[in-house]
């Protein structure tokens, strides 16, 4: 199994910037596919985006297309989310997960293994 823990969140301005980052331990990390989620109070938790193992192809929802960036570092074992233009609706607890099988990027039980979570706040 991997252990995840995330940093990065903040409070920040509309239009700004943030970088998330989560470093994974325990099992080997180029093994599983790997996400961003984020869950806003009494909201299910939605993939933000999303990055394959091998190809590491990504894949993102449409609301932060062109927006976001996740990238992984495999020698490094560690997972990041480059947020800019950043909007009021961004604000949420950002988290990190893992899914041993890449089964769709969008198929939330595929993932086994998750962070504590980062808060992000995006303000007027």
């Known amino acids: 199994q991997v252990q995840l823990m995330e940093s990065g969140g903040g409070s920040v301005q509309a239009g700004g910037s943030l970088a998330l980052s989560c470093a994974a331990s325990?099992?080997?990390?180029?093994?599983?596919?790997m996400a961003w989620f984020r869950q806003a109070p009494d909201q299910e938790r939605e993939v933000v985006a999303a990055?394959?193992?091998?190809?590491?192809?990504?894949y993102y929802r449409d609301s932060v297309k062109g927006r976001f960036t996740i990238s992984r570092d495999n020698a490094g074992n560690s997972l990041t989310l480059q947020m800019r233009s950043l909007q009021l609706g961004d604000t949420r607890m950002y988290y990190c997960?893992?899914?041993?099988?890449?089964?769709?990027?969008?198929?939330?039980?595929?993932?086994?293994?998750w962070g504590q979570g980062t808060q992000v706040t995006v303000s007027s």
């Open positions: 997960a893992a899914a041993p099988r890449c089964v769709s990027p969008w198929y939330v039980p595929a993932y086994a293994y």
């Open positions: 325990g099992d080997t990390f180029d093994g599983y596919c």
């Open positions: 990055i394959m193992t091998a190809s590491g192809k990504a």
